[in-house]
């Protein structure tokens, strides 16, 4: 996982951060010339090999993220907000987008 920050409309990788095959995505703050892991965030239906974490992207103003499992092996075509409905398994590698 790559961690980029924005100044004014420039963005610049500031983090390689490999996540495990489960995944996850680590936000960083910084401080000066300081950074430092802030919040670490995982899918609510972790699973071996979904790869949480592969992509990830922010709105212009990083009000909203939007966080790719391509490895995630549900069926599960909807919206949830409790993680209920995603750990079906039955689609292999179909791939999800977590929006936070």
């Known amino acids: 996982m790559y961690v980029y920050s924005r100044s004014g409309s420039t963005w610049a990788e500031n983090v390689n951060k490999w996540a495990s095959s489960a995944g996850a995505a680590y936000v960083f703050s910084c401080s000066g010339s300081v950074w430092n892991e802030t919040n670490l965030m995982k899918a ?32 599960f075509t909807g919206i949830s907000n409790d993680g209920t409905g995603e750990g079906d398994n039955l689609n292999s590698r179909a791939g999800a987008v977590y929006i936070y």
């Open 44 to 75: 609510k239906n972790p699973a071996s090999n979904d790869e949480f974490g592969f992509s990830v992207s922010l709105s212009d103003d990083a009000s909203i993220m939007a966080i790719g499992a391509l490895g995630e092996n549900s069926s």
